[in-house]
């Protein structure tokens, strides 16, 4: 089964400052990859997703994710932060679970505080 | 309604109290989800259903009881819950859960039913 690890449940950046958040996936081919966004009170909405089409993924608000195969990465950037994207943020990897069966599976996720 | 909707969106309940939570998806999806969402714990997933019929239990506990009557609609029926129970349940469909299609496997969730057992 696959594995999703997320470093650092907390990140705080200074709003305008580059955001990065770390994900590193165990090792399958190929993977699916999923960056999903948690605003407070609210359920997960994605963000992007790795479909092996290129390496560099471009997503909602100005996100933006490259898949890096020898790394095991993919890693959650954008260039300025904005108060907005105060949320948590959550790493995900389709995996088999069973004959012709798959399921998503997360990682822990993290926080971004954005400060004024 | 568009998307996944889930009611009701808090819930406050006693441990020998019953309830249910209720998930419906607008999307056409054959396949729907239940994770539980714990502070500092990952999401769990709980149960999935694949055309009505439940494929999964992520052995959870009996006072968890799921129920699909038809592809749109999704219910969880609570019983003599815990307070370690206490947390957000989040519902998500999926077009639908077999072959290794990310079409079919990309999920979309509702906005969560904030459980609090007292």
């Known amino acids: 089964a696959q594995s999703v690890t997320q470093l650092g449940s907390h990140v705080s950046v200074s709003e305008g400052a580059l955001v990065l958040l770390r994900c590193n996936y165990s090792s399958s081919v190929p993977p699916y990859l999923f960056w999903y966004v948690q605003y407070p009170n609210q359920g997960l909405q994605l963000l992007l997703k790795y479909t092996s089409a290129a390496t560099l993924v471009k997503g909602i608000n100005g996100f933006e994710a490259e898949f890096k195969k020898s790394e095991t990465s993919f890693h959650l950037t954008k260039p300025s932060a904005h108060m907005s994207d105060a949320a948590e943020y959550f790493c995900?990897?389709?995996?088999?679970?069973?004959?012709?069966?798959?399921?998503?599976?997360f990682g822990k996720g993290t926080k971004l505080s954005v400060i004024p | 309604e568009t998307g996944v909707t889930q009611t009701p969106r808090h819930l406050v309940m006693g441990m020998t109290n019953k309830k249910s939570l209720k998930c419906e998806q607008h999307l056409g999806h054959n396949a729907m989800y239940w994770y539980k969402q714990s502070a500092k714990k990952p999401l769990e997933l709980m149960f999935v259903y694949s055309l009505e019929e439940r494929v999964e239990n992520n052995s959870v506990p009996s006072r968890f009881s799921p129920e699909c009557p038809n592809s749109s609609h999704l219910f969880l029926h609570l019983h003599t819950l815990q307070p370690e129970d206490s947390a957000l349940y989040l519902c998500?469909?999926?077009?639908?859960?077999?072959?290794?299609?990310?079409?079919?496997?990309?999920?979309?969730f509702g906005p969560g039913t904030r459980l609090t057992v007292l």
């Open positions: 998500a469909s999926s077009q639908d859960r077999a072959g290794f299609s990310l079409s079919y496997n990309e999920q979309f």
């Open positions: 995900a990897v389709i995996s088999e679970s069973g004959a012709g069966s798959y399921q998503l599976t």
